[in-house]
């Protein structure tokens, strides 16, 4: 490879911005760390006349791809598009080119990095895709590179920092003595006027994007792949002010968290759901717009990462680690990817797990019908008290299956005038 490192960059948006501003930030720096400068040859674009936060010279944009792609003296395409396709094709076509891709993408690789990766070793290329998960925190690098000699037993992460970020500031809205009803919508809205969470949210709040996150972490983690609908996945959106002030009284924090763990009979089981963390854990501190993974293997024991997750630069950030990697050894691995070895996965409903239920009804003797099963269970349960809408009590219950809990949970739901909130526990290993 020349002195010179042209890149062609797909995508002029939010993170394509990012990576254009450290990419002139830093070129003295890139350059010292590679011996190598990097020249942008070619932005992709939709259209070339729309206004742009970070300025791109004219003579770069096209809206053409294989200009982009198919350029002999382009040595690196990086896809910031987003999106599964044309996202997806592009990496394809960029890889069948003979060019080395970084992708910031996680749904192409959650959903089809075996066969992109299989591709990319055919063709004698490299695919890198740090920027995929956790923002500009450098995990997937870790765990292929200082980590690998470990077998990792549980990969714990809040790998969605929309999420964490709207947490924080529901608790933030109950302390300044905001109506509880209201924390979940008013702390969505400051961060879509952040920046933080798109007009259409859905991604973010029902879990998609973590999912997507986790099926890469967890086939990382634990040398298998890993299919997306394998997953377990379950968003924010019925979490309520009320969840928030029992976890403080509880001492515990409440998180979207990513789980990935082995379990005694050899299967992997991988999952993101809101889950009630004690304040010992190293993800508790994690607040606002920041990503944090907690790993535990049999050699370190325990590790964790914590830094910023969202936006242009924590992206970018990562994307120019890639670069870099690519700078510095062009060729990649002779040996088969073991990540993309067969494995077999583990559904949510064969685990036992301890859960928080908040229970509300009209009156006592609702909630009296409410609280049998549970205490047929064993459930801990805290005194009720008095709400405007009826009468709430809360129980802890020690583990239990979780198929079977959820059918009894489904039951309940069916009471007139009842709600019946579960959230998980975070279990030791």
Same mark, same amino acid.
């Given at each position: 490879?020349?002195?010179?490192?042209?890149?062609?960059?797909?995508?002029?948006?939010?993170?394509?911005?990012?990576?254009?501003?450290?990419?002139?930030?830093?070129?003295? +720096?890139?350059? #010292?760390?590679?011996?190598?400068?990097?020249?942008?040859?070619?932005?992709?674009?939709?259209?070339?006349?729309?206004?742009?936060?970070?300025?791109?010279?004219?003579?770069?944009? %096209?809206?053409?791809?294989?200009? #982009?792609?198919?350029?002999?003296?382009?040595?690196?395409?990086?896809?910031?598009?987003?999106?599964?396709?044309?996202?997806?094709?592009?990496?394809?076509?960029? =890889?069948?080119?003979?060019?080395?891709?970084?992708?910031?993408?996680? =749904?192409?690789?959650?959903?089809?990095?075996?066969?992109?990766?299989?591709?990319?070793?055919?063709?004698?290329?490299?695919?890198?895709?740090?920027?995929?998960?956790?923002?500009?925190?450098?995990?997937?690098?870790? +765990?292929?590179?200082?980590?690998?000699?470990?077998?990792?037993?549980?990969?714990?992460?809040?790998?969605?920092?929309?999420?964490?970020?709207?947490?924080?500031?529901?608790?933030?809205?109950?302390?300044?003595?905001?109506?509880?009803?209201?924390?979940?919508?008013?702390?969505?809205?400051?961060?879509?006027?952040?920046?933080?969470?798109?007009?259409?949210?859905?991604?973010?709040?029902?879990?998609?994007?973590?999912?997507?996150?986790?099926?890469?972490? #967890?086939?990382?983690?634990?040398?298998?792949?890993?299919?997306?609908?394998?997953?377990?996945?379950?968003?924010?959106?019925?979490?309520? *002010?009320?969840?928030?002030?029992?976890?403080?009284? =509880?001492?515990?924090?409440?998180?979207?968290?990513?789980?990935?763990?082995?379990?005694?009979?050899?299967?992997?089981?991988?999952?993101?759901?809101?889950?009630?963390?004690?304040?010992?854990?190293?993800?508790?501190?994690?607040?606002?717009?920041?990503? *944090?993974?907690?790993?535990?293997?049999?050699?370190?024991?325990?590790?964790?990462?914590? *830094?910023?997750?969202?936006?242009?630069?924590?992206?970018?950030?990562?994307?120019?680690?890639?670069?870099?990697?690519?700078?510095?050894?062009?060729?990649?691995?002779?040996?088969?990817?073991?990540?993309?070895?067969?494995?077999?996965?583990?559904?949510?409903?064969?685990?036992?797990?301890?859960?928080?239920?908040?229970?509300?009804?009209?009156?006592?003797?609702?909630?009296?019908?409410?609280?049998?099963?549970?205490?047929?269970?064993?459930?801990?349960?805290?005194? #009720?008290?008095?709400?405007?809408?009826?009468?709430?009590?809360?129980?802890?219950?020690?583990?239990?299956?979780? *198929?079977?809990?959820? %059918?009894?949970?489904?039951?309940?739901?069916?009471?007139?005038?009842?709600?019946?909130?579960?959230?998980?526990?975070?279990?030791?290993?």
């Amino acid at each position: 490879m020349s002195k010179i490192l042209r890149l062609s960059i797909l995508g002029a948006g939010t993170v394509g911005g990012g990576v254009l501003t450290l990419l002139r930030e830093n070129a003295d +720096l890139l350059e #010292a760390q590679t011996g190598k400068r990097f020249e942008v040859r070619h932005v992709l674009v939709r259209n070339p006349d729309k206004p742009r936060a970070v300025a791109v010279p004219p003579k770069l944009l %096209t809206t053409d791809p294989q200009r #982009a792609l198919c350029d002999p003296k382009v040595h690196v395409v990086l896809e910031l598009m987003g999106g599964l396709e044309p996202a997806r094709t592009l990496i394809r076509d960029a =890889l069948q080119a003979g060019k080395h891709v970084i992708t910031a993408n996680k =749904l192409v690789m959650a959903v089809s990095g075996d066969e992109l990766l299989r591709l990319a070793r055919q063709r004698g290329v490299r695919l890198l895709y740090e920027a995929s998960v956790a923002g500009s925190l450098p995990i997937l690098d870790a +765990l292929q590179g200082a980590l690998a000699g470990n077998r990792i037993q549980r990969a714990v992460g809040i790998v969605n920092s929309t999420t964490n970020f709207i947490l924080r500031e529901m608790e933030r809205a109950l302390d300044a003595g905001e109506p509880a009803e209201t924390a979940y919508t008013n702390a969505l809205q400051k961060a879509q006027q952040n920046g933080y969470a798109e007009a259409d949210p859905t991604s973010d709040v029902e879990g998609y994007d973590a999912q997507y996150k986790t099926a890469i972490l #967890a086939r990382l983690a634990f040398l298998q792949y890993v299919p997306l609908e394998s997953v377990y996945r379950e968003g924010i959106t019925h979490l309520s *002010g009320r969840d928030l002030l029992w976890a403080r009284r =509880l001492n515990m924090g409440l998180k979207l968290l990513s789980i990935s763990e082995r379990l005694p009979d050899g299967r992997l089981c991988a999952r993101v759901h809101p889950t009630l963390i004690p304040r010992e854990c190293p993800l508790y501190v994690v607040r606002g717009a920041f990503s *944090g993974v907690w790993l535990q293997g049999n050699g370190f024991q325990e590790m964790s990462f914590h *830094g910023f997750g969202a936006g242009a630069r924590a992206t970018a950030s990562a994307v120019l680690g890639d670069l870099i990697a690519v700078a510095r050894s062009p060729k990649p691995p002779r040996y088969e990817d073991p990540s993309l070895r067969p494995g077999e996965t583990a559904p949510i409903e064969s685990l036992s797990m301890r859960y928080f239920v908040r229970l509300v009804a009209p009156d006592e003797d609702a909630l009296r019908t409410l609280r049998e099963p549970l205490h047929l269970l064993g459930a801990e349960f805290h005194p #009720a008290e008095a709400l405007e809408q009826g009468v709430e009590q809360v129980a802890l219950t020690p583990p239990v299956n979780e *198929g079977a809990f959820q %059918t009894q949970i489904a039951r309940l739901r069916e009471q007139p005038d009842a709600t019946v909130q579960v959230i998980r526990l975070l279990s030791a290993v």
